[in-house]
């Protein structure tokens, strides 16, 4: 098994940019990439397209298969990065349970921000002023001991190139 291999999680609201960033982060590290929107169920995406946000049990399997993903690539000794909103301290316990360790960006902002995201992002199930507010309320935000913190007003390099600097000050 590789010991450098990492298990990496990109979380935040819808619109902060979890995808576009976590493509850029397992490029720099030569590791996969997946976007946790592509696991979801299909009643929960027809749920999401409806305007209709998920409750903790929509997402208990999506968050079930995550983990497993985390575990297999673990055991093949590979890097994983997964974009996920993994919004609530139990869900990223949960992923963190499948693998020895998990290190997590956090990407936030500020909710104006991230609505013109949204407004401006076409064919996706997830729209809605009322889905933002609602991952909002519901976002359990992770403190500086559980995540690394990257603001969605920083441009993708920096906030990739300062995570990176942060795993290397804080090896497993």
């Known amino acids: 098994m590789n010991d450098t291999a990492k298990s990496i999680l990109v979380m935040g609201v819808s619109g902060s940019g979890k995808s576009h960033l ?17 696991y979801h ?15 903790d049990e929509d997402r208990e399997t999506w968050l079930t298969t995550l983990a497993g993903l985390y575990a297999d690539y673990h055991r093949r000794g590979e890097t994983l990065v997964i974009g996920c909103s993994a919004l609530k301290h139990r869900y990223r316990d949960k992923l963190r349970a499948a693998t020895p360790r998990l290190d ?13 995201r949204l407004d401006k992002r076409g064919g996706h199930f997830f729209h809605g002023s009322h889905m933002l507010d609602n991952q909002l309320a519901t976002l359990e935000a992770p403190d500086e001991s559980e995540a690394f913190r990257g603001d969605i007003r920083d441009t993708p390099r920096d906030i990739v190139t300062a995570f990176l600097a942060d795993l290397d000050r804080n090896p497993a």
């Open 104 to 116: 997590i960006l956090y990407l936030h902002g500020e909710r104006d921000t991230l609505l013109q």
């Open 22 to 38: 976590g493509r850029q982060l397992a490029a720099a590290l030569d590791a996969t990439f997946l976007d946790g929107d592509d």
């Open 41 to 55: 169920s299909l009643s929960s995406i027809e749920k999401m397209s409806q305007g209709q946000p998920l409750t």
